[in-house]
């Protein structure tokens, strides 16, 4: 069957459509995504613009979904919309939008947490004839809110075991690309940057090394680039040395949990996880890495749509029209 997932969470109005085949599989046919650009001007996102940018696109978006999937408004046979956490405003939009269209055609709502699209956005490029990712696994969601490790015990049991003590990882490669001038959004620009930089260019003292958990910080490798920066660091070796540092915290602290927990496979995701130097990383180390696809990686209508194929698959309820909003929504047990 067909699913249209839809995400309005932030500043992206992205719509997807996949394929949920008999046999489990679910297959990406679409995903198209509007980037608003209204905020840039300001330095970041306005939420009110944001919702009134979303209620201007969502329906051109829509259309553009459902022609590249090549299919109609009445083949779909489920809704999906992202519910939270996200801008208020902004969710709702999307939100209302999905649950009008599930009411007008008759099928199935399912209201889905940004973060499990975030962490489904992996599955459909992690099934392959031999492999099928099935819990247990761990899920780092690396984005511009959030660096959270979960541990995913089954199918929609999700625990948090560990996260950012302070900045998210995104978020820290959003503000040193500012500082130093690299431009934004600060990840693809530091990642750019660091091409020609030494990783060892700037000593960044790697973050927590005494820690026996899963937590993460950022905020002193920012204050640590200021300083470096003040200092005449070129930004390249800045980009560079701190895209290194990022890295390797973010692989060790994984590294103690599935050993700790003996878990063999993580699945990596949010707009960081787009990073190759993560992406080499974590494909070189022990574990199994599973990322999402190309577009995946940011926020997009498909990854809330293969949330809803994996609810299907699993046997979960459709959700009420009376789900609201919700700007915080902690991921457990969903
Ligand atoms: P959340 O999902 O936590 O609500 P979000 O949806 O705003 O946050 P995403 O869209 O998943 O976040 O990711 C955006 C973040 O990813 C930004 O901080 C951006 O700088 C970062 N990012 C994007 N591409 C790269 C890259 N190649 N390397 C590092 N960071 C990147
Ligand atoms: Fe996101």
């Keep these: 069957q067909l699913i249209l997932g839809i995400d309005t969470s932030c500043d992206d109005t992205g719509v997807g459509v996949v394929a949920l085949h008999p ?3 679910a297959e990406v046919r679409a995903n198209r995504i509007w980037s608003q650009t209204v905020h840039a001007r300001y330095g970041g996102v306005m939420p009110e613009l944001a919702s009134r940018e979303h209620v201007e696109r969502i329906d051109a978006v829509m259309e553009d979904a459902l022609s590249e999937a090549g299919i109609g408004v009445a083949d779909l046979g489920a809704v999906a919309a992202t519910s939270g956490p996200g801008l208020v405003g902004a969710l709702l939009v999307g939100l209302m939008y999905g649950k009008g269209l599930s009411q007008g055609l008759g099928v199935p709502f399912y209201a889905a947490h940004h973060l499990e699209g975030h962490i489904f956005a992996a599955a459909s490029e992690a099934q392959t004839a031999e492999f099928q990712l099935t819990p247990p696994y761990l899920a780092l ?14 199918e929609g049991t999700y625990q948090l075991i560990g996260a950012t003590r302070d900045d998210a990882a995104g978020e820290a490669f959003d503000k040193i690309a500012r500082l130093a001038g690299l431009g934004y959004p600060g990840g693809p620009a530091i990642a750019e940057a660091a091409k020609l930089g030494n990783p060892k260019g700037v000593a960044f003292r790697e973050p927590m090394l005494g820690q026996s958990g899963y937590d993460f910080s950022f905020s002193g490798l920012k204050t640590a680039a200021l300083l470096a920066h003040r200092a005449g660091a070129s930004g390249s070796d800045l980009a560079a040395s701190f895209q290194a540092v990022a890295v390797k915290h973010l692989l060790k602290v994984t590294l103690r949990a599935a050993a700790n927990l003996g878990r063999e496979t993580v699945v990596v995701s949010g707009g960081v996880a787009a990073n190759s130097a993560l992406r080499g990383a974590f494909g070189a180390s022990e574990l199994r890495a599973v990322f999402p696809g190309k577009g ?3 926020d997009n209508g498909a990854m809330i749509a293969l949330a809803a194929a994996a609810a299907i698959r699993s046997g979960r309820a459709p959700s009420g029209l009376d789900d609201g909003a919700m700007a915080y929504a902690p991921l457990a047990n969903v």
């Design 23 to 25: 046999d489990g599989r």
């Design 141 to 154: 969601v690396v984005s511009g809110g959030h660096t959270h490790l979960f541990d995913v015990v089954a």
């Design 296 to 298: 995946l990686n940011t």
